[in-house]
């Protein structure tokens, strides 16, 4: 899961530094976003499970 969120957190650095005036739509697979999740909320990535969105659903995130 680890490997996961870094290479998430990274991508999506990227994309809102390409686009700092947001807003963007980021698609992704439950986990990677259950990881992206945890991580953004300082959360055990042991929890990403927990934090997988339901399909088709969207998910609001403020960036830092």
Known sequence: AAEVAER??????EITGLHPRGPVIVV???????????????LPLEWARQ??????????????
């Open 28 to 42: 992704s697979h439950g986990l990677t976003l259950g990881c992206v999740v945890c991580s953004l909320q300082g």
């Open 8 to 13: 998430a957190m990274a991508s999506l650095r």
């Open 51 to 64: 934090k997988v969105p339901p399909n088709g659903s969207a998910w609001e995130q403020t960036w830092p």
